[in-house]
């Protein structure tokens, strides 16, 4: 089985709220090279059919995370905030963001589709890099511009159950 690129849109849009401290919203503080640090960004729910009819297990996504570590570790998940690239990577010269930290938060309440509910929700952590797309991505933060999350990776379908996926990014998008 050959893997497909899935991009997904979260369903997300936040307005992102400049704070000094880490709490359970999403926060902007400095990072060591005058680099913009952006935590506890939602990206997508878990368990449940997104818009693209596709699902991702808490336990498939927990793979993919596990799976993922040494990138992370490394900052090869380069992100772009220009809708998601024409290819399943992003080249260097045009990423906004890398992922500096993915994890997934259980039994988080939320209204989707009207229904108030507890889902598993993958969440990131971004430094926002010093390209000009990452000074564009920082103008807008800065601004509290309302953003949306898609996430970007390969898998295998079984059904409407993604499997053997591999996290690639989140990208920020217009309106997901």
């Given amino acids: 089985m050959s893997k497909q690129l899935l991009i997904e849109d979260s369903g997300f849009v936040s307005q992102i709220?400049?704070?000094?401290?880490?709490?359970?919203?999403?926060?902007v503080a400095e990072g060591k090279h005058n680099t913009l640090v952006v935590k506890n960004v939602p990206c997508t729910?878990?368990?449940?059919?997104?818009?693209?009819?596709?699902?991702?297990?808490?336990?498939?996504?927990?793979?993919?995370?596990?799976a993922a570590q040494e990138a992370i570790r490394t900052k090869q998940l380069l992100c772009?905030?220009?809708?998601?690239?024409?290819?399943?990577?992003?080249?260097?010269?045009?990423?906004?963001?890398v992922v500096t930290r993915a994890y997934i938060k259980p039994n988080v309440e939320l209204v989707v589709e009207g229904k108030k509910g507890t889902f598993d929700v993958l969440f990131m952590d971004w430094e926002v890099?010093?390209?000009q797309e990452g000074k564009n991505l920082q103008a807008l933060l800065l601004s509290e511009c309302s953003l949306g999350t898609s996430i970007r990776g390969l898998g295998d379908m079984d059904g409407d159950n993604?499997?053997?996926?591999?996290?690639?990014?989140?990208d920020v998008v217009n309106n997901p």
């Fill in 80 to 97: 772009q905030a220009d809708e998601h690239p024409e290819g399943s990577w992003v080249a260097p010269t045009h990423a906004s963001h």
């Fill in 162 to 170: 993604v499997i053997n996926y591999e996290l690639l990014g989140v």
């Fill in 17 to 27: 709220k400049i704070s000094k401290t880490l709490t359970e919203s999403i926060s």
């Fill in 129 to 131: 890099l010093s390209t």
């Fill in 45 to 66: 729910i878990c368990n449940r059919l997104n818009q693209n009819g596709r699902n991702y297990s808490t336990k498939e996504m927990q793979k993919a995370i596990d």
